[in-house]
């Protein structure tokens, strides 16, 4: 009998299964939902380069507001016009790579269209929730050589990728830290000052979406023009804020009654204009053993809770996925592998709200306990 022949799909069919695998990864990821073409959207989606005097680029632009107060009647306009402040944001991109290999010898066809797709499957799970734990440690300002539950990836190669090294931490004006006791929320980046009474409340969430429009953060504008921020917590911090009083009360009063009320389908949860979402790599320290957690002696389980308005994030993502077949030990042992261009950055700008000194656009970081 003919030995089956592993790589014998053409080009074309390739093309087919990288994109079929793209497909399903984009369904599996949780950020896929805030991506758009935009600056009105939470994450500018890149798919194409931008040709300049510096070669093809990523780049997604940032239009600062303008500071002057224009000329009244008929007084003179011309030469007293604005220049507009426009700034670039280039971003990196790098592939990521990921494969797995049938062990043993494929006895027929429909074992290796069977292995294609249990290929497909577990790989565009892989990918969809890299770029999710990517994501977020970019928003976040953490490492990439850190997991998202704050414990270290021993061996990982995320670190190498070319657009790690522009993480960077939350700057001043977007890193706050709220007190549950005072009911007070201040910039401030110690995650060694969070007590474990310091537990998200609704009080939070009033005083946050009024720090963010103090610094003139923008909402994304929905088609009736409401502006709307998103909330992200872990399901643990999450499930604090369910705890407290005040919150349910306007969860119940703000949506529908009955069995409809996203509280008993488990839909994301919109007061006041902020959409609450739960996921569980939004940053945390349960990956840490005590004493290397938050607080004063390093045992507070925290949360560093991620609120976002338009262009948060910028995410280039370059071409289909490349999808490549191998034999190995003389096509005893066969192979798919699976590698996506894309990248990510954390756009910045001068703010004249905060004394022209560089802020994060569009994220702001709140530390509290969980």
């Known amino acids: 009998m003919a030995n089956t022949n592993f790589s014998l799909l053409t080009n074309e069919q390739k093309t087919l299964w990288s994109m079929d695998l793209w497909k399903q990864a984009r369904n599996y990821s949780f950020v896929n939902k805030f991506l758009g073409k935009d600056a009105n ?8 380069l ?29 030469g007293n016009e604005e220049a507009m402040k426009s700034y670039d944001q280039v ?82 004006k977007r890193r706050m830290q709220w007190n549950q006791t005072t009911k007070t929320l201040s910039y401030s980046g110690a995650t060694s000052a969070v007590a474990a009474t310091d537990l998200p409340s609704w009080e939070l969430f009033v005083q946050l979406k009024a720090a963010a429009k103090d610094q003139y953060i923008r909402g994304i504008k ?16 999450m499930a604090r804020l369910k705890l407290d009083p005040t919150f349910m009360l306007n969860v119940r009063h703000a949506q529908s009654r009955g069995d409809a009320n996203n509280l008993f389908t488990g839909d994301t949860l919109k007061i006041d204009g902020i959409m609450f979402h739960e996921f569980r790599h939004v940053f945390n320290t349960s990956g840490l053993s005590s004493g290397s957690k938050w607080g004063s002696g ?73």
């Not at 890299?130 to 995320?158: C, E, H, I």
């Not at 994030?313 to 894309?342: H, R, T």
């Open 41 to 48: 959207s939470m994450i500018q989606h890149i798919t194409t």
């Open 50 to 78: 931008k040709k300049s005097e510096k070669g093809a680029r990523a780049v997604i632009t940032l239009l600062a507001d303008l500071e002057g107060d224009g000329v009244a009647g008929d007084r003179t306009l011309e």
């Open 91 to 172: 971003i990196r991109l790098d592939m990521l790579r990921h494969a797995n290999r049938h062990e043993g010898k494929m006895a027929d066809q429909k074992s290796v269209v069977e292995f294609r797709e249990n290929s497909r499957d577990v790989l565009a799970y892989w990918l969809a929730d890299r770029v999710d734990q990517l994501a977020f440690l970019t928003m976040s300002g953490q490492a990439y050589s850190l997991k998202n539950n704050g414990a270290t990836r021993p061996g990982s190669d995320l670190p190498f990728l070319e657009f790690s090294a522009d993480v960077s931490a939350p700057t001043d």
């Open 222 to 237: 929905t088609s009736g023009g409401e502006e709307t921020f998103h909330a992200f917590l872990t399901p643990q911090a």
């Open 298 to 370: 390093g045992t507070v389980e925290g949360c560093q809770i991620l609120f976002a308005g338009a262009q948060a994030l910028g995410m280039a993502d370059i071409g289909a996925p490349e999808w490549v077949e191998k034999g190995f030990d003389y096509e005893n042992q066969q192979g798919i592998s699976v590698g996506k261009i894309f990248g990510f950055l954390k756009p910045k700008f001068n703010s004249i709200y905060s004394n022209n000194t560089v802020q994060d656009f569009g994220v702001m970081s709140v530390y509290v306990a969980q």
